[in-house]
Every structure is written in structure tokens, then in C-alpha cells.
DNA sequence: CTTACCGCCTGTCGGC
DNA sequence: TGCCGACAGGCGGTAA
């Protein structure tokens, strides 16, 4: 499931394959992702030189000289560089040909992300309703308390409500309440400042972690298939049930919230 | 405004 | 061993 961390990763991978060049041709092999991919694409992104790779919460915005390409791997999705040799694969949607030779490629199995392209994408519904990105300076300790107050919701719930801070997954929400100590089930209108400065210190270290981790994939990232980097460390709560905590020994608690797995230790997150 | 829940998909897993 | 139902999970949409 690629959280922040992998579509950064891709982000970073895909970029010195794709800037500057030009896209010669487009072809939709399945549109039926979240939402249908539009039948004007192709007509979009033919011909359109590929200026910039950036990314926004998870999604990957691919800037071009008269629009924007944006994509969302979902739970399964993943966007590499390929040469046109490999022939493609029953779950591969969609191959955008390069000026370059190679081939720009998304895959999806589960059909959970979903491609668009837009004129001006900073107006695009799915962007402008984002909350800040959680490794800027506007994610801060401040902003994350008073928009608590008043929260009935659980702090897990709420830290993984993009509205508050974008890019917080089920994985990553899981790991930072556990290295803050916090209890996911603590309703997040009481939670107090200091508390909430230790859980945005550890959301912002897990995630740089994890980018930096995932950076040391980025040498074989074409035609890579492998998993990011940062796999190599596991996870100290999230798929830990029964396991020993790392800390304390008790075996991890695993209960479901809002419909998600939750893992955490009922000794270390109060 | 909030909160709770739905549904899109297919690979994987547990039970029989 | 093989079949089949349950389930996972990001996240926008919608109902209450």
C-alpha cells in the first residue's frame, strides 16, 4: 500500500526519467479506475512536454507545458519506468511512450487509484480541499491542537483525516501514536499541546525516515519491481499482533477503528 | 459544521 | 488439495 513515503519515493524515481522529455503517444488499456479515466486524455498529453514532477498529499502531479497530469496509486497502484520491451500485463491500465524511448507505466490490480489531468490543477476539487503537508512548516503543534478542540473523534481517526494533514496513513498513524505514546483511541478535543508537540515530532521524523530509507531504492528504480527501502525496517506496532512490544514486552493489541486495523500497546500509549 | 458508514476492486488467507 | 467466503484498505461521497 503505497503510503507518503513510497509515492515520494516514486516521485523522485520517475523524475530524471521524465523531465524534459516529450510524450509521443498515450494508451489506455483499462479506464476503469476510481473514477473513469477521461477519453480526452491521451488527446491532452499527446505532444506535451513534461516539465515538472511534484507531489501533493499522494498524489503524483506530473506538470506539462499546457496542464497536469494527476495520479493516485491507491492501495496497489505503482507508476515506473519501463522499456518498451517488456511487454505489458494484464493489470497494466496505462503506458505513456516518452520521447526518450521508454515508457512511463502504471499498474493497478486493485483499481483503487485513479488518473486525471487537469488545466489547472491547483483548482482541481481533489487538491484544493487537502490539508498542509505534513513535512512542512505548516504542520505544526499550534494548528493541530486547535483544530482538536472541540473533536469528539479518536486522535487516530483524526490524524488520518486529510483535511487535518494530508499523506498520514493507517501504517504511519499506527507507528507515530506509538512512538508518541499516545493512545489511538484518545478522543483528539483532549489531547493536550504538549502531547500533540510529541506526535508531530514523531509523524515528521517516521516519514523522513521512511523517504530517506526509501531513497536507497532509487538506483535500481527502473524497471524495478523491488520494494522501497525503507521495507527493510519493519514496523514496531502495525502488523504486530500478539507480538512482544519493542519496548515493554506486552503483547500488541490489535482492535479496529473507523473500519481500520489499529495496533498499540496498552502499556506504553495512554 | 461533525461523524459514521459505504463502496470501489482483486489478491490473499482461513476454514472446511 | 481445492473451493469459497471474508477481508483488507485510501479516501471521496453521502446521509444523518
Given at each position: 500500500m503505497p503510503e507518503l513515503p513510497e509515492v515520494e519515493t516514486t516521485c523522485r524515481g520517475i523524475r530524471p526519467h521524465i523531465e524534459?522529455?516529450?510524450?509521443?503517444n498515450v494508451t489506455v488499456r483499462q479506464p476503469k479506475l476510481r473514477w473513469p479515466i477521461t477519453p480526452s486524455l491521451k488527446k491532452h498529453l499527446k505532444n506535451q512536454t513534461i516539465t515538472g514532477v511534484r507531489r501533493r498529499a499522494k498524489y503524483i502531479l506530473i506538470d506539462t507545458s499546457n496542464g497536469t497530469l494527476m495520479v493516485h496509486l491507491g492501495m496497489t497502484g505503482t507508476l515506473s519506468i519501463v522499456s518498451p520491451s517488456i511487454p505489458a500485463s494484464f493489470h497494466d491500465h496505462v503506458d505513456i511512450a516518452l520521447s526518450s524511448g521508454e515508457l512511463l507505466r502504471y499498474r493497478d490490480p486493485r483499481r483503487f487509484g485513479s488518473i486525471h489531468w487537469s488545466k489547472n490543477i491547483e483548482c482541481h476539487a481533489l487538491i484544493t480541499h487537502l490539508g498542509p503537508e505534513p513535512l512542512s512548516t505548516e504542520f505544526t503543534p499550534d494548528t493541530l491542537y486547535l483544530k482538536s478542540r472541540q473533536r469528539k473523534t479518536s486522535v487516530k481517526q483524526f490524524i488520518m483525516d486529510g483535511k487535518i494533514v494530508v499523506g498520514v496513513g493507517n501504517i504511519y498513524a499506527n507507528e507515530a501514536l506509538f512512538k508518541a505514546g499516545i493512545h489511538p483511541k484518545r478522543q483528539a478535543g483532549k489531547i493536550s499541546l504538549k502531547r500533540y508537540e510529541h506526535l508531530v515530532e514523531q509523524i515528521k521524523t517516521t516519514l523522513s525516515e521512511a523517504i530517506e530509507a526509501g531513497g536507497?531504492?532509487?538506483?535500481?528504480?527502473?524497471?524495478s519491481d523491488g520494494k522501497p527501502g525503507y521495507f527493510q525496517f519493519s514496523h514496531?506496532?502495525?502488523?504486530?499482533?500478539?507480538?512482544?512490544?519493542?519496548?515493554?514486552?506486552?503483547p500488541i493489541t490489535c482492535t479496529k477503528l473507523g473500519q481500520r486495523a489499529t495496533y498499540f500497546c496498552t502499556v506504553c500509549q495512554k
Open positions: 524534459q522529455t516529450q510524450i509521443t536507497s531504492t532509487l538506483n535500481d528504480f527502473y524497471n514496531l506496532v502495525y502488523d504486530k499482533a500478539n507480538k512482544p512490544c519493542p519496548v515493554c514486552k506486552k
